[in-house]
């Protein structure tokens, strides 16, 4: 069996990533997203250890003390983390893992993971990208401008990735990011690993 792939997927807030990676994995039994620790509240609706893992800051301190984060930033105040543990397992049992995670954070994996795949989610366009954060009617004027604020700090580091996905339609931002994880499973290593057999039986 292959080992599976690390994606790292990033995007500024309001991009529709958490909507993409959501319907992917949906549709793809060999990819699976990483849950995350944090310490932000928990929001109406969500559940914990399904969304994220919810804990205290004190307990996710130690845990960093720990060193068992793949990685963790603080975002807005609040701090997220990536079980390393849970990572290397999946990848180990041939899935593809996802970490939705910021540029910080990507850099942080990058260091630890070489042959990882990054891949960053931008919106069509500024005005796009503030409807679909007051469309939510989570935030109030302040924090929304915050967030364009934080946004266009995020999207500067697009080029820092590898793959870079323009989420205007939904269905082809699909398309794109299934694209995306068809072509590295059809990557000479991978295919190498796979029918390795084969191609040894051909070359003789």
Do not use: C
């Not at 060193?67 to 079980?83: C, D, M």
């Not at 266009?152 to 339609?169: I, K, P, Q, R």
């Amino acid at each position: 069996m292959n080992k599976g792939t690390l994606y790292t997927i990033a995007a500024p807030s309001g991009a529709g990533k958490t909507s993409l990676v959501k319907a992917l994995a949906e549709g793809d039994a060999r990819v699976k997203v990483s849950i995350s620790h944090t310490t932000r509240p928990q929001r109406p609706g969500e559940v914990d250890g399904e969304n994220y893992f919810f804990v205290a800051l004190e307990d996710f301190q130690t845990m960093a003390q720990q060193q068992a984060f793949l990685e963790h930033a603080e975002v807005f105040g609040n701090h997220y983390g990536t079980s390393k543990a849970w990572v290397e397992k999946q990848l180990e049992g041939g899935f593809d893992v996802i970490l939705e995670i910021d540029w910080q954070g990507v850099a942080q994996v990058r260091q630890l993971f070489a042959n990882n795949r990054s891949i960053f989610i931008l919106p069509p366009s500024r005005v796009a990208l503030e409807e679909r954060l007051r469309a939510r009617g989570q935030d109030d004027d302040g924090v929304i401008a915050e967030r364009m604020s934080k946004a266009t700090a995020e999207m500067s580091h697009y080029s820092e990735f590898d793959y870079l996905v323009v989420n205007d339609d939904f269905d082809q931002g699909l398309t794109d990011l299934r694209t995306i994880f068809h072509a590295e499973r059809l990557s000479l290593v991978k295919q190498q690993e796979k029918y390795q057999q084969l191609l040894s039986e051909l070359l003789r």
